[in-house]
Nanobody, 124 residues
């Protein structure tokens, strides 16, 4: 079992930055591929944002977010981060952390474990 707790969301002006954190419980964090997804009101499905391999050496981003968002992890701290720069109003969403032992499952869904989400609001 893995429990995920996100933090770091909030209200920011367009052009600003936020850093989201996802703290995981358990001693097997390094065995999970980690990812970030987001969901806006009215949309049925979560949108893929970014994913990172178990070692942190492989990083993947939604094409529309490349260059603005950076994912990282520290297996010793059981934590994954999402650095978000040059934020736009359309980035407003609830951001969720996800974990899965399998990369394909994490990317295609549904992931094994999810956090409760953290709200990011970008004002224009």
């Amino acid at each position: 079992q893995v429990q995920l707790v996100e933090s770091g969301g909030g209200l920011v002006q367009a052009g600003g930055s936020l850093r989201l954190s996802c703290a995981a419980s358990g001693r097997t964090f390094s065995t999970y591929v980690m990812g970030w997804f987001r969901q806006t009101p009215g949309k049925e499905h979560k949108e893929f944002v970014s994913a990172i391999s178990r070692s942190g050496g492989g990083k993947y981003y939604a094409d529309s977010l490349k260059g603005r968002f950076t994912i990282s992890r520290d297996n010793a701290k059981n934590t994954v981060w999402l650095q978000m720069n040059s934020l736009k109003p359309e980035d407003t969403a609830v951001y969720y952390c996800a974990a899965d032992p399998d990369a394909r499952t994490l990317l295609t869904g549904p992931s094994a474990y999810w956090g409760q989400g953290t709200q990011v609001t970008v004002s224009s």
